[in-house]
């Protein structure tokens, strides 16, 4: 599904996120692209919120993220959001995955 990074500096890059699950997910990138250690995450061809993350591990065109929780003591304060920006509740990051209870 299709994507886009956006981070803390202002930059976007447009993403695909393969292997999503409820903790995290897999993104394909341009291999030439480094992910910053977290970004905002944004689903395109849905209509959710945006999903904070962590980058855990990159290898060429590929990279491996966990998405941050809000009680996760290492998690920033989040921004307010913006007009029309939806965010995503644990309930429908679990149906996005298949894994809804």
Avoid: Y
């Amino acid at each position: 599904m299709r994507a886009r990074i956006n981070t803390s500096a202002g930059r976007t890059l447009e993403v695909t996120v393969r292997d999503l699950s409820f903790s995290g997910c897999r993104i394909e990138k341009p291999e030439h692209a480094e992910l910053p250690r977290r970004f905002t995450l944004c689903f395109v061809d849905l209509d959710r919120a945006d999903a904070e993350a962590e980058v855990v591990w990159q290898r060429g065109g590929e990279a491996g993220a966990r998405f941050l929780m809000a009680d996760d003591a290492n998690v920033p304060a989040r921004r307010a959001p913006e007009a029309g920006v939806q965010k995503l509740s644990l309930g429908e990051l679990r149906k996005i995955a298949g894994r809804a209870d």
